[in-house]
Nanobody, 119 residues
Framework: QVQLRESGGGVVQPGGSLRLSCAAS????????MGWLRQAPGKEREFVAG????????WYGNSVEGRFTISRDRAKNTMYLQMNSLAPDDTAVYYC????????????WGQGTQVTVSS
């Protein structure tokens, strides 16, 4: 079982940047996928970015392609999401999660961190 904790959210102006971190406790298999998902009030949950813990990937949601970068540090059991050129539509609660088997649901969710993009 993996415990996840997101951090790094906050309030930022449009065009600004934030880096989110997801610290994991417990073993993460190299076969696991790790990802960032977000949900804004009244909107569907949206895939943001993901990778395999082995290093394969990454892949991105269309809305963040070219602006966000996902990475991981296996030695620190930490995953990151660098977010640049933030816009108000990026406002959401951002979650990290694991996907243990291909085709499975996301699991081992963190508590989420709020990102608010506003002037």
């Amino acid at each position: 079982q993996v415990q996840l904790r997101e951090s790094g959210g906050g309030v930022v102006q449009p065009g600004g940047s934030l880096r989110l971190s997801c610290a994991a406790s417990g073993g993460i298999s190299t076969t696991y996928a790790m990802g960032w998902l977000r949900q804004a009030p009244g909107k569907e949950r949206e895939f943001v970015a993901g990778l395999l813990w082995s290093g394969a990937g990454p892949w991105y949601g269309n809305s963040v392609e070219g602006r966000f970068t996902i990475s991981r540090d296996r030695a620190k059991n930490t995953m990151y999401l660098q977010m640049n050129s933030l816009a108000p539509d990026d406002t959401a609660v951002y979650y990290c999660a694991t996907k243990r088997v291909k085709g499975a649901d996301w699991s081992d969710w963190g508590q989420g961190t709020q990102v608010t993009v506003s002037s």
